[in-house]
């Protein structure tokens, strides 16, 4: 891609800041590993579910 791109804050790891591409699968995030940090600040008091729903949840209804 261009030489450009590495400056755009838009690919740059949130968690990280590593600079990454829309071409990974876990973009805006360089790696998996990111993208979970990521989802564990959500799960970790921001966002609090007062109940995850649970495999047994969707079984019971078929
Ligand atoms: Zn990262």
């Known amino acids: 891609m261009v030489a450009q791109a ?13 600079s990454t591409t829309p071409d990974v699968a876990t973009f805006p995030f360089c790696s998996d590993r990111c993208r979970k940090i990521d989802l564990g600040k959500w799960l970790d008091g921001k966002y609090i ?14």
């Open 6 to 18: 590495q400056n755009n804050p838009k690919n740059q790891c949130p968690i990280c800041k590593e």
């Open 49 to 62: 579910i007062s109940r995850a729903v649970e495999q047994s949840d969707l079984e019971e209804g078929q």
